[in-house]
Each structure stands twice: as C-alpha cells, then as structure tokens.
C-alpha cells in the first residue's frame, strides 16, 4: 500500500479514537471499535502481501475473528441482553475533553517525543499518530465513566500499540502475535462477563457509583 | 524437560478439575501437581547453579533470577494449595461457596501457578509478557471469587488498571526491538539477543522504553502511585490466592522490571534505572505510610505492607552492589513471611468471619496458634531480629546513608512509622477480650502447618543457605 492510503487508514483509525470520547450510545462504540480493527487486519494483511510470510496471513485472520467478529458479538450480545442504554458520559466535561484531546495530539507530534516518531524517519507522520491514538486511548479510559467505554478502550489502547509497531517495523514472530491475540481473546471474554456482573451487582455500568471498597 | 513437566501437570491437573466430580480428586491432583512443579523446581535451580543456565525448546530459558523465583513460587504454591484444601471445605461446610465454586477456583488457581511458572522461565520478552497477562486473566475472576458487589468492583479495577499496566509495559518491550535489525524483527527475540543487540539501541529510546516498562509492569509490582488496584485485590481475593499474590506475583513482574533495568543499564549505565528505582521505591514507602493509620481491614494492611516491602526491594536494586543483594534476600524472605501472614489471617477470618480490625479481637486467646503465627510473620515483616528482613532493611539503609543521607533518614523514618501503624493495628487485634459472640473452635492442624512451614523456612534460610541457593542469589545480586 502507498504511504497516502496508510495515512488515510491510520487516520480513519485516530478518528475512530476520538469518536470513542464524543459518542453517546453503547452501539456506536462498539462500530467505532470494529472500525479499527478492520483498520488494523488490513494494516497486517498489508505485512503479508510485503513480506510473503504465510504465518502472518494465520495472524490477520485470528486478528480479523478475534477483533472483528466476536468483538462485534460479544459486545453487540451484551447490549442487547441487558438492555443496555447509554448512562454515563466522561469526568472531564466536552470542551475540556476535546483541550486534552488536542494536546494529546500536538504532543504526540511534538520534538519531545521525536524519538519514537523518527524510529523510521520516512514513517514519522504514521508513527506520530500511532502514538496520538495510543494516548488518546489511555485518556479514554481514565476520562470515561462507563464499563464498557473503559473496555473498549483498553482494547483500543492495544490497536494503537500494534498500528505503532507496525509502522516502526517492530512486529513479533506469528507465534507470539498469535499468542498476544489468544491473550486478547480472553481478555475479550473477561471483559465482557465482567460487565455483566457490574450490571447485575450495580443496576448500572457507571464506574463512579463503584466505592465501596475504602474498608 | 523439568518446565515441561511443571507446565503439564499443571495443565493436567487443571483439565482434572474441569472433569473430576469429586472433590478429592481435584485437590488431590492439585496438590499433586504443586509437590511435582517443586520437586522440578530444585532440579532446575540446581542445574542452573551447576551451570549458569537452563534451556529448553525454543521458548524456555531460566537463569539464577528465573531459577530463584521458580523456587519460591514452587515452595509458596504448594503451601497455598495445602492451605486451600481446609481452608475451602470449612467455607463449603459454612454454605459461603459452593461445589461449582470450589471447582472453578482449584482450575483457576492451576492456570495462575502455570503462568507464573511460564512467566520466570520463559526466553522471550514477549512471551513473559504474554504469561503476565495470563495471570491478570486467571486471577480476575478469583478476585470476584465470592461474587459480591465489592469483590466485582476490586476486579474490574484490577482488571483495567493491570491491563493498561501492562498494555504500556508491552508497548516498552516493543522500544527495545528497536535494536534489533529489521530484517530480524519478524523472528524469535530472546531475552538474551535482546542484551547482545543492546549497543544499537537508541539511548533516548532506551530512556522511554524503560519508563514505559517501570511504569507498566510496576503497576503489576504495585508500586506507588500506580498501586491503587493492590488493596482491594488482595483484600476480596479468598485468602490462599492474596497469599500468592502479594508473596509471588508481584516478583513476578518485579523480574520483568529488573531483566530491563539489565538491558538499559547496557546502553546508558545504571544512573538513570537505578535513580528512577530509588524514587518509585520511596514513594511506595512514603504512600504505605501515609495510609497505614487509618487501615480498617487487617487483609488491606497486608497489602500495603507488601507495597511498602516491594520499595525497598526497589531501593535496595536501585542503590547496586550490596544493596542489590539485600533486595534479593528482602524479595525472598517477604514472599515468605506476606504469604505466611495472609494464610493465618485467613484462619483468622475463618474464626471471627470479618476482616475488619475492629472485629476482631484476642486472637491470641481464642485462637493461640494462628495468634502466634500471625504474630511472628508480624515481627519478622517488620524487621525485627533475627528473621533475615532485619538485616536487609539494616544493609540496604547502611549503603544509602553514605550516598543519599537525607532520604535514608528519612526512609528510615518512614519505616518506623510503618512499624508502629503496624503493631497499633496488630496488637489492637492480638490482645484484648475476644469477643463474647466468638464461639472457640479448636485448631485445625493442616490450616496451621503451610504458615508455620513458611516462616520456620524463612527462620532457617536466616541462618543456612543451600549452597545451590548461596550461588543463585549470589548470581542475580551480581547480574543486576
């Protein structure tokens, strides 16, 4: 692929990012999160077809099953059997929200952190909004006050870190990627049973009603 | 062959419990698989001395800080499972959990033992990465063990907080690949290619790779500020498994830490890991102490202690040389003695069925022995002679007073705050009337006998080391 589609998909996959800290309903997260992941199959897909390495095409379609596809019915499940509606907003109110989300970004991109954006120098506008979305991410999770949000935003936080060490060159043998995405799976899995249990012990997927463990 | 068949009894032992209706069957195959994943576990702490390493396959590698902490977790596991046996079926017997209940914990507590074992021996970066997560995977449901409101709650946090921990430690582990020619990424990255490649590595991107992987993996270590997660874990976690955490897991990811800190002291020297160590390792010390007074949950205090423990293993590494092998010895003896502690604590809530310090008073009348117990882990914690933590809190504050005067007298400070919260919240329970409600059981021998092996192994290390031993802790305190 040319650099200019790669910045067109990784630029879909920051918007995706930023759509996750302004959405309103528990549907629309999830899409936004399957977004990105299709971003991130085609990104490996894209690995493949350079490098020729058949394991890696076992990558893309774990990444594509795990990330996409039971993504989409796990969390899509869970919305629908509880009935879930969207609750809670974030900590930090819109305007201040989208300051942070700027100054993510204008740091992400700035001399400070040169060194990690010019690993390789003809992919620094990649690496620099790899690492936008990486903490853009993080913001997502501290800043949003839904279990579900936090979720997908850890699952984000690790699409950013794969798009960063795709554009670095710094992807890992197929066996330990399969390994992070069997992790992932889990994790996944995890995710989604705890959320139901929030649900079931709270009335409620807001985090900040959880304080109850100061004894 | 020896981590094989670590890893495959426990794996068997864990496909028992899944199948096995009786209940004798699970635990004994349990209990089965710890006795043989520590009879491996000197076999290859041996041969590691004997020989400096221990291989096998592609993706296993244990050196002396793999083989030190096999051994600990070897020795701590198969006291936690001994413990676990009574200590669930007197919560069967009170109807507080059920047969499912007993089933999913045994199948979860095999998976954790055989991360952490995975953890410490594996070869790569990436793959000691992978058996971390796995152990937030299998501990976050025996956190909300009980499935109440506040255990869910202490999981999720435990969950996110650890995810992001080690999403941000992953992300770190990626920096350093950096070093490594890019026609050479796409292969197998040993801990040890990863040392010799070194030299090409950035020193801007050694600093931020190692922020990101004291940051990350700290959060699994519980150091502050990122410790929130630790209390409350440990504190809903049935007791056998906040055992193995506080003891076991947070050396775990402590390794990780310390095989980085290796690696950039390669490429920049040992300032700029060792001055980041001191400073994490005081402010957990300085965060436990703040906090230490206004503990209402004897569980919770545990916790915090382990935080202020795991700072100064921290100091002691960040300050090198001696200090360095106080820290090995502080490591050890405190996986002991946190463990030995939380498992007469559990006895302890057995007896008074709340882990709250004010409900609970006169252990050492009603219920003497685990009184006892609880009592020297105390002692012994805190650093009082002769238990071996007396002389590394002592070696490891000697070395800083001669380069950082200031902050060891103030450490040492904080310490003897520590020792005093400590002792208010456990004398506050060791003494006194017991309560009139609290009907006085006899002691169950086999809920005495795993904290008692533990500090009488702690007592004796104190005064003989295998030579085995002598030479594994002497090779880390001299690697790291």
């Not at chain 2, 209940?101 to 992978?130: C, K, R």
Request: proline share 3%; with cysteine.
């Amino acid at each position: 692929m040319s650099i200019f589609v790669l910045q067109v998909l990784l630029g879909i996959m920051f918007l995706t990012i930023i759509s996750l800290h302004l959405i309103e309903t528990n549907f629309g997260t999830v899409i936004a999160y399957v977004i990105q992941s299709v971003i991130i199959t085609l990104l490996l897909l894209n690995s493949f077809f350079e490098t020729n390495n058949f394991s890696l095409l076992i990558v893309v379609l774990l990444t594509l099953i795990v990330k996409v596809i039971l993504a989409t019915v796990f969390f899509t499940g869970l919305i629908k059997r509880l009935s879930l509606n969207f609750s809670v907003s974030n900590y930090l109110s819109m305007p201040l929200t989208l300051i942070v989300i700027a100054v993510i970004t204008l740091l992400a991109h700035s001399n400070y952190l040169s060194a990690l954006t010019n690993i390789i120098p003809a992919q620094h506008s990649l690496l620099a909004l790899s690492l936008a979305a990486i903490f853009m991410a993080m913001f997502l999770i501290v800043n949003r006050k839904d279990a579900l949000f936090q979720a997908i935003g850890v699952l984000s936080l690790e699409n950013g870190i794969v798009a960063f060490a795709i554009f670095a060159g710094l992807e890992q043998s197929p066996v330990l990627q399969i390994g992070i995405i069997f992790d992932i799976l889990i994790w996944l899995v995890i995710a989604t049973v705890f959320i139901r249990m929030i649900y079931q012990h709270f009335g409620s997927l807001d985090t900040s009603l959880m304080k109850h463990l100061k004894d | 062959m020896a981590i094989l068949i670590i890893l495959v009894a426990l794996a068997g032992a864990a496909l028992i419990t899944v199948l096995a209706t009786d209940r004798r069957l699970i635990e004994g195959a349990t209990l089965l698989a710890a006795v043989m994943a520590l009879v491996e576990a000197v076999i290859v702490s041996q041969t590691v001395a004997a020989l400096g390493s221990y291989d096998a396959l592609t993706f296993f590698s244990v050196d002396s800080l793999g083989a030190l902490l096999l051994l600990i977790i070897a020795c701590i596991s198969l006291a936690t499972v001994a413990y676990s046996i009574p200590y669930l079926r007197t919560e069967t017997a009170k109807n507080i959990i059920s047969y499912k209940q007993v089933q999913h914990y045994y199948l979860l507590l095999n998976l954790f033992m055989m991360a952490m074992f995975l953890a410490v021996s594996s070869s790569s970066p990436i793959f000691t990465w992978i058996s971390i997560e796995a152990t937030t995977l299998a501990t976050a449901f025996l956190i909300s063990f009980y499935n109440k409101p506040t255990a869910t709650e202490a999981a999720w946090k435990y969950l996110i907080i650890n995810s992001i921990g080690l999403l941000l430690g992953f992300f770190g582990t990626l920096l350093y690949f950096t070093s490594i020619e890019a026609n050479l990424t796409s292969g197998f990255i040993s801990w040890q290619g990863l040392a010799i490649a070194a030299t090409h590595l950035d020193p801007v991107i050694a600093r931020i790779a190692f922020i990101f992987v004291l940051v990350g993996y700290g959060t699994k270590v519980g150091l502050a500020p990122m410790h929130t997660w630790l209390p409350d874990a440990h504190s809903k976690a049935p007791v056998p498994i906040s055992a193995l955490l506080s003891g076991v897991l947070l050396n775990v990811a402590l390794m990780a830490v310390l095989r980085f800190k290796l690696i950039t002291d390669l490429v920049i020297g040992p300032d700029f890991t060792g001055h980041l160590f001191l400073l994490f390792g005081g402010v957990s010390i300085l965060f436990a102490a703040l906090i230490i007074f206004t503990q209402k949950n004897y569980k919770r205090l545990l916790a915090y202690s382990s935080v202020e423990n795991m700072g100064i293993i921290l100091l002691g590494f960040g300050l090198g040389g001696l200090g360095a092998l106080a820290a090995v010895f502080h490591m050890m003896y405190h996986a002991f003695i946190k463990s030995a502690l939380f498992l007469a604590s559990g006895t302890i809530f057995l007896n008074y069925s709340s882990t709250k310090i004010a409900n609970v008073k006169g252990v050492l009348t009603a219920i003497p022995i685990t009184g006892g117990l609880f009592l020297a882990g105390f002692f012994a914690i805190t650093g009082a002679p002769p238990v071996g933590i007396f002389l590394t809190k002592l070696s490891i504050l000697a070395i800083g007073i001669k380069t950082y005067p200031v902050s060891t007298v103030l450490v040492l400070l904080l310490m003897a705050v520590l020792f005093i919260g400590f002792l208010k919240h456990t004398s506050a329970m060791m003494f006194g009337e017991k309560p009139t409600q609290l009907v006085a059981t006899k002691e169950s021998v086999w809920l005495i006998l795993p904290p008692l092996a533990l500090l009488v192994i702690v007592l004796y290390l104190g005064f003989w080391l295998p030579p085995f031993l002598q030479i594994l802790i002497n090779n880390v305190a001299v690697q790291y």
